[in-house]
């Protein structure tokens, strides 16, 4: 595969992606060079047909500590208007088919938390430490902090994080529903999103992809239309192979059957 200066990308069990941001001097601190090569690996992840699930993860220390200060800290308005910074950075992720599992170890803060909230499922470890403290800086979250922590926790509690950049540790992100687990090691942490990839991996990816597909909707359609939508996605599956194998095999053979797809 590809070698990159910013990341460690595997692939740890068959089928399942592993990238791991490496830019361990400044706590995977989200520059543009390890933005473009995060959205590069992830993009070949994502046209490589060998590969159904997709982990992202940090180091134990840092999952991401937020966009790069240093390097946006002189951009102007109309720079940063003109070139819709930061658009192209999670545009890529949000666009992506295949299910993304976002494995936090460490500080997750500004970017770093928004870029784990961009996954489909998010894993903790307990010593994880979840933040917006871009009020600190004199500016607010520009990736979609706002919207995604606020619709996972609830509008107090954002609004408490947001408003005075108190931060989140991975053991209340999992009492709040923010973090689906929360682990007690860093390594159990990635090991345990590893699994849920290979198992998502091991099921049919028609059906996967519709099922990823129509959960997201939820998060912008109203009820009525949403399960409307959802309804003519399941139509659909009965027009696929894996639908007719299995419930095929289920009618067959029992509750036990067990179909390789
Ligand atoms: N940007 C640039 N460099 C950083 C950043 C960052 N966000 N975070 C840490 N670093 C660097 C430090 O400058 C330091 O570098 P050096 O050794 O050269 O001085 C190195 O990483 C290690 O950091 P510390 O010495 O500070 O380590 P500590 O363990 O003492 O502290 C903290 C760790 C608490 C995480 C601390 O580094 C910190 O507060 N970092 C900044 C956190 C922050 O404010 N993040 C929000 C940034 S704003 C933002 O993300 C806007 C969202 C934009 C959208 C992004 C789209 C994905």
């Given at each position: ?34 933005i ?29 500590a ?12 109309s ?14 992720i ?86 689906a ?5 860093p ?75």
């Amino acid at each position: 595969g590809k070698s990159y200066e910013f990341l460690l990308v595997s692939e740890p069990k068959p089928k399942v992606g592993l990238i791991q941001l490496n830019r361990p001097k400044a706590l995977n601190a989200l520059s543009t060079p390890l933005i473009t090569e995060l959205n590069s690996a992830l993009q070949t992840f994502q046209s490589n047909p060998a590969i159904s699930a997709i982990v992202l993860t940090g180091s134990e220390k840092a999952f991401a500590a937020g966009a790069d200060i240093k390097e946006m800290k002189d951009l102007s308005f109309s720079a940063a208007y003109g070139s819709d910074f930061i658009e192209s950075w999670s545009s890529l992720i949000t666009f992506l088919k295949k299910p993304l599992i976002t494995a936090v170890n460490g500080y997750a803060l500004g970017g770093g938390c928004e870029l784990a909230m961009m996954g489909d499922i998010l894993y903790a470890s307990k010593g994880a430490v979840f933040g917006q403290p871009e009020i600190k800086l004199g500016t607010i979250p520009g990736a979609g902090g706002s919207q995604r922590l606020t619709r996972a926790i609830g509008k107090s509690r954002a609004m408490e994080c947001i408003l005075t950049g108190s931060n989140i540790s991975g053991t209340q992100a999992g009492e709040w529903g923010l973090a689906a687990r929360v682990f007690e090691t860093p390594q159990e942490c990635v090991d345990g999103a590893v699994a849920t990839a290979e198992k998502i991996a091991g099921f049919s990816q028609i059906a996967v992809k519709a099922a990823k597909e129509v959960v997201n909707k939820s998060q912008e359609l109203g009820i009525r239309e949403g399960v409307e939508f959802e309804r003519r996605v399941f139509h659909g599956l009965f027009g696929s192979r894996d639908q007719k194998l299995g419930m095929g095999s289920f009618a067959e053979k029992g509750p036990k059957a067990k179909v390789e797809w």
